[in-house]
């Protein structure tokens, strides 16, 4: 059974930093494509970042593009991603996904995910 358990969300001031984790068990995590995807109160869920399942290829939403680093280690079976510069509009529950398994392509888009954490609080406010 795969389980993706988030960490690392919490309360945090606009310009601060938080750096999220996604704990993965189960599966050949290796083989897998990551993301983290994000829902604020009253909105979908959204898109946030993507890795390859090599970690040679990642994505970005415009709205995190250089605020947003999302990494691997394959040998923790562990994702991440760290959030620097902070927004109020930042304030979400975030979510990790695994999905595309030995594909060739990164999934971007929710409804190619297979697995996903049950996520974590981030919010941003003064």
């Known amino acids: 059974q795969v389980q993706l358990v988030e960490s690392g969300g919490g309360l945090v001031q606009p310009g601060g930093s938080l750096r999220l984790s996604c704990a993965a068990s189960?599966?050949?995590?290796?083989?897998?494509?990551m993301g983290w995807f994000r829902q604020a109160p009253g909105k979908g869920r959204e898109f946030v970042a993507a890795i390859s399942w090599s970690g040679g290829s990642t994505y970005y939403a415009n709205s995190v593009e250089g605020r947003f680093t999302i990494s691997r280690d394959n040998a923790k079976n562990t994702v991440y991603l760290q959030m620097n510069s902070l927004k109020p509009e930042d304030t979400a529950v975030y979510y990790c996904?695994?999905?595309?398994?030995?594909?060739?392509?990164?999934?971007?888009?929710?409804?190619?995910?297979?697995?996903w954490g049950q996520g974590t609080q981030v919010t941003v406010a003064s």
């Open positions: 996904a695994a999905g595309g398994e030995l594909e060739t392509t990164t999934p971007i888009r929710s409804y190619e995910y297979d697995y």
């Open positions: 189960g599966c050949t995590f290796s083989s897998y494509g």
